[in-house]
C-alpha cells in the first residue's frame, strides 16, 4: 500500500513541494508565511485523533506557538476537504506524518537564520513526537489489508491539493509583506 501512495501521489507530492520550497525559511517574513500555510493546510483535517487509532500528530499547537512567538496570528482557515471514512482520513494521515520526514531536512535550512525570535519559533519543524507517526503508519499500512486503496489515495490526493492551495495562498501575502 506505502508503494502504491507514493507512486500515485508522486505527482501531487511534487506540486506541493514546488510551492512549499519556495519559502525562505531563514528570513522572517518567509518562514512566517511558511508556518501561516502550514496552518492553513492542517486546520480541519481528521489527525487529532488520528484514524484507526494511529497516534494524534498535535501539529496545530505546535504551529499555533510558532506563530504567537513570531507575534503573528493564526490565518483564516480554508475550507477543509470533506472525507467520508477512515481510509480517506488515512489518506490525509499519510500525506501528514509523511511531511514530518521531510521537516528535518527543513530544519536545517531554518536555523540557518541570524533571527534570534525566528530561532526561538521552532517547536513545529524541531517536533521528534511526530516522526514517530510514520513509522507506526507504514506499519499499519503493511498489516492492513482489508482497506481499499482507492479510497486511501483519494484522501491523500485532496490532502495534497489542500495543501498545495494554503502554500499559494501563502505564497501571494509573502509577496505583498515582503
Given at each position: 500500500?506505502?508503494?502504491?501512495?507514493?507512486?500515485?501521489?508522486?505527482?501531487?507530492?511534487?506540486?506541493?513541494?514546488?510551492?512549499?520550497?519556495?519559502?525562505?525559511?531563514?528570513?522572517?517574513?518567509?518562514?512566517?508565511?511558511?508556518?501561516?500555510?502550514?496552518?492553513?493546510?492542517?486546520?480541519?483535517?481528521?489527525?487529532?485523533?488520528?484514524?484507526?487509532?494511529?497516534?494524534?500528530?498535535?501539529?496545530?499547537?505546535?504551529?499555533?506557538?510558532?506563530?504567537?512567538?513570531?507575534?503573528?496570528?493564526?490565518?483564516?482557515?480554508?475550507?477543509?476537504?470533506?472525507?467520508?471514512?477512515e481510509?480517506e482520513?488515512?489518506?490525509?494521515?499519510?500525506?501528514?506524518?509523511?511531511?514530518?520526514l521531510?521537516?528535518?531536512?527543513?530544519?536545517?535550512?531554518?536555523?540557518?537564520?541570524?533571527?534570534?525570535?525566528?530561532?526561538?519559533?521552532g517547536?513545529?519543524?524541531?517536533?521528534?513526537?511526530?516522526?514517530?507517526?510514520?513509522?507506526?503508519?507504514?506499519?499499519?499500512?503493511?498489516?492492513?489489508?482489508?482497506?481499499?486503496?482507492?479510497?486511501?489515495?483519494?484522501?491523500?490526493?485532496?490532502?495534497?491539493?489542500?495543501?498545495?492551495?494554503?502554500?499559494?495562498?501563502?505564497?501571494?501575502?509573502?509577496?505583498?509583506?515582503?
Amino acid at each position: 500500500m506505502r508503494d502504491y501512495l507514493r507512486e500515485e501521489t508522486r505527482t501531487a507530492h511534487e506540486a506541493v513541494d514546488a510551492v512549499f520550497g519556495r519559502f525562505d525559511l531563514t528570513r522572517r517574513e518567509g518562514y512566517t508565511a511558511f508556518l501561516r500555510a502550514h496552518c492553513r493546510g492542517l486546520f480541519g483535517l481528521p489527525l487529532d485523533p488520528a484514524p484507526f487509532g494511529l497516534k494524534p500528530l498535535g501539529l496545530m499547537e505546535l504551529v499555533a506557538a510558532d506563530l504567537r512567538t513570531l507575534g503573528e496570528p493564526l490565518p483564516a482557515p480554508l475550507p477543509a476537504p470533506r472525507f467520508s471514512g477512515e481510509a480517506e482520513a488515512l489518506g490525509a494521515y499519510y500525506v501528514v506524518a509523511g511531511s514530518r520526514l521531510g521537516s528535518r531536512l527543513l530544519a536545517r535550512q531554518w536555523r540557518e537564520g541570524a533571527d534570534g525570535v525566528l530561532l526561538s519559533a521552532g517547536r513545529y519543524l524541531s517536533d521528534e513526537a511526530s516522526h514517530d507517526a510514520w513509522r507506526d503508519l507504514t506499519a499499519f499500512l503493511r498489516q492492513e489489508g482489508a482497506m481499499h486503496p482507492s479510497s486511501v489515495l483519494d484522501g491523500a490526493l485532496r490532502t495534497f491539493d489542500h495543501f498545495r492551495s494554503a502554500g499559494l495562498a501563502e505564497r501571494g501575502n509573502e509577496a505583498v509583506s515582503a
